[in-house]
């Protein structure tokens, strides 16, 4: 591989935000928006309850003035995870709200108890019957300290975008650390919100009465940063990652133990591989700033070819070694028991017809084809559309040969 790519802004950042742009009745811009499925949703959702969403040259459009409906029942809702982050921020400015289940990738079973419990705390009566959740609070919402059982990245947005317009003061203990709720919380924190210790496992929000419309510059996606490098570590080369930032994520790291050699650049960073990917001896994904669970299938796939024996353990989503099947069909040789994969690096993958999953793992497939001698094709890549812009176009720019087919 050889070529350069210009990392997309982030997928698990701007679903909050769009969120939070319905707290208040001003105009939010987000630039640097990436041109995927899930944003597109998420925008559908929007529209139905009454916002007006406009999507140009990777700017994002949100006027929530017209928002009346507080029941949110459009079919998308279905689609994405994140439409359950409209719960907060509508029981917020409105005092109740009727949101349908969220769906999103089947990657294990993503209850929203700890959003639920969190509500209860803060004075939200719920009731729920199979389909739908209706939220309703009599007064306003009320600040309280929570403590989150899990690290939960969901329930942390939520809680959050519940509490900026809330009375008094909320604490949440046990926070999520992901860089996308540190972004979010800087965005919220220039609509007017007061917001201390993102990025801390203790998150303190102060209520305030209104927020205000701002314009924001959405930062770059560290997990699709992850898979092109994945790419780069999988099939050898070198490859220049434009992220508009000279901090380079954390996830380098693995890249590093995989063989890779890192460049720092002032604007992104460049990513060599001269030799077949070192096995890991064991790695566990954990929530921020561990090992990723969305990084898992991308580093699986380069794994399966690396020079000795590795272990991955999931210790996120259930059903994230589906991919075990599809990687098999090309040659690599994994097993696993529960959540613990032993994978035996091969010399060689070759060419199948293989399915995505769930989103990561069509990205981790789209890693292993990179890998493979001969042809294949990826079906399913309606999940890949989710969270990634033009990949065949940066997966040519990086040197393989990829062409896109609809799926029918
Ligand atoms: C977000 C990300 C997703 C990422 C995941 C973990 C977005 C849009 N999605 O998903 O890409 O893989 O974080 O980093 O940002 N849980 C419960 N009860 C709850 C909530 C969560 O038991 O109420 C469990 C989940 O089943 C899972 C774990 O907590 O095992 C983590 O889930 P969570 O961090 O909430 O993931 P999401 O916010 O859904």
């Known amino acids: ?74 079919k998308k809702v279905k689609e994405i995870r994140a439409s359950v982050l409209l719960t907060g921020s509508m029981l917020a400015r409105f005092g109740k709200v009727t949101i349908d289940y969220p769906g999103g ?74 860089p996308e709720i540190v972004e979010f919380c800087h965005f919220l924190q220039t609509m007017g919100a007061k917001i201390k210790g993102e990025g801390t496992e203790h998150i303190i929000i102060q209520g305030v009465s209104k927020l205000h419309g701002i314009k924001w510059r959405l930062g770059a996606d560290r997990i699709v940063f992850l898979t092109y490098a994945m790419m780069v570590a999988g099939c050898g080369g070198e490859a220049y990652l434009e992220t508009d930032s000279d901090t380079p994520p954390k996830e380098i790291t693995v890249l590093s133990r995989l063989g890779c050699q890192i460049r720092l650049e002032s604007k992104g960073i460049s990513i060599q591989q001269e030799s077949r990917p070192n096995s890991i001896s064991y790695i566990c994904t954990r929530p921020y700033p561990g090992f990723p669970t969305d990084g898992q299938s991308l580093l699986m796939a380069v794994l399966s070819k690396s020079g000795g024996i590795s272990t991955i353990e999931e210790s996120i989503f259930e059903n994230r070694f589906r991919m075990i099947r599809q990687l098999r069909k090309m040659g690599a040789n994994i097993d696993y028991v529960s959540n613990r994969a032993r994978i035996t690096g091969v010399t060689k993958l070759h060419g199948a017809k293989v399915e995505a999953d769930d989103l990561r793992s069509g990205a981790g497939l789209l890693i292993a084809a990179g890998m493979a001698e001969g042809i294949t094709t990826v079906s399913r890549e309606h999940f890949i559309h989710r969270g990634y812009e033009d990949v065949v176009t940066h997966m040519r720019k990086l040197g393989l040969t990829a062409k896109y087919r609809r799926e029918e």
């Open 105 to 178: 990738c089947s990657i294990g079973s993503r209850p929203i108890d700890f959003h639920i419990k969190a509500f209860h705390k803060m004075g939200v009566v719920t009731t729920e019957d199979e389909s739908c959740i209706r939220c309703e609070t009599n007064s306003s919402l009320r600040g309280t300290a929570i403590e989150l059982e899990f690290p939960s990245v969901g329930a942390t947005e939520n809680i959050i975008l519940a509490a900026v317009l809330a009375k008094g003061v909320t604490w949440i203990q046990n926070a999520a650390r992901e």
């Open 1 to 74: 591989m050889r070529g350069e790519v210009r990392i997309q802004g982030s997928k698990n950042a701007v679903l909050p935000m769009m969120a939070a742009a319905v707290l208040c009745e001003e105009i939010t811009v987000i630039e640097n928006c990436p041109d995927i499925s899930d944003v597109h949703a998420m925008a559908e959702v929007i529209e139905d309850i009454g916002g007006c969403v406009t999507y140009e040259n990777h700017c994002l459009t949100i006027d929530a003035a017209g928002i009346r409906s507080k029941s949110i029942e459009e």
